[in-house]
């Protein structure tokens, strides 16, 4: 079966702690995204990549870390800088960005909780 | 900076209703449009995508239209069943990185 897979599904961290969210895909796509959702509030953009070894900062990357070193993985790492990690997380994958097509899928989430 | 609305935040409706869900954004220049459908605790599933230079898509149900001058869309759901009942999310992708920007979605209830 293709698609995005997350791990782990729920995610406990304490205070202080890094902690790395895992994002797989076997679609082929070229670009990968992660979102934050938070109870009554839209997706939010928090890291974006359109090739291997290339990312870009998103809406609200501080706190945050990633790295694109395989086209089927992004790993999101939520360091201790990060103020308020408790959320819903949302990985997403793509054909690359700017044709017209280009139509974004996404993995199960991963929800982390800060004890 | 794009903002996109959905109204309503939410809505019940009883089994075998028609229903238009609507999404408005304040930038016209945009790519392409999505519609998503989000179940608790789970991740988006893409139910359509119309391109910039489209005015409709049809999927089983399901009908999405795009004014892009008026800066609107609506997803059209017909003869609705109890398993429609989910979050539905619109987004746009637009600007200089192609980002989706995504409204805060309508939950739906269909009642049996």
């Known amino acids: 079966d293709g698609g995005i897979t997350q791990s782990p599904k729920y995610l406990f961290r304490k205070e202080g702690q890094n902690v790395t969210l895992s994002c797989e895909q076997n679609l082929n796509h070229d670009a990968m995204y992660w979102y934050r959702q938070d109870p009554g509030q839209g997706l939010r953009l928090i890291y974006y990549s359109q090739i291997v070894n290339d990312f870009q900062k998103g809406d609200i990357a501080e706190g945050y870390s990633v790295s694109r070193e395989k086209k089927e993985s992004f790993p999101l790492t939520v360091t201790s800088a990060q103020k308020n990690p408790t959320a819903f997380y949302l990985c997403?994958?793509?054909?690359?960005?700017?044709?017209?097509?280009?139509?974004?899928?996404f993995g199960p989430g991963t929800r982390l909780t800060v004890l | 900076k794009q903002e996109v609305t959905q109204i309503p935040a939410a809505l019940s409706v009883p089994e075998g209703e028609n229903l238009v869900l609507n999404c408005s954004f304040t930038?016209?220049?945009?790519?392409?449009l999505q519609w998503f459908r989000q179940d608790p605790g789970k991740g988006l599933t893409s139910l359509l995508l119309i391109q910039s230079s489209q005015r409709e898509q049809t999927s089983g149900r399901l009908n999405a239209s795009l004014d892009k001058s008026s800066g609107r869309s609506t997803l059209y759901i017909a003869a609705s069943q109890p398993g429609d009942s989910a979050t539905y999310l619109c987004a746009v992708s637009g600007g200089s990185n192609y980002k989706l920007t995504f409204g805060k979605g309508t939950l739906l209830t269909v009642n049996p």
């Open positions: 997403a994958s793509s054909t690359p960005p700017g044709h017209p097509s280009n139509e974004q899928f």
């Open positions: 930038d016209s220049a945009i790519y392409n």
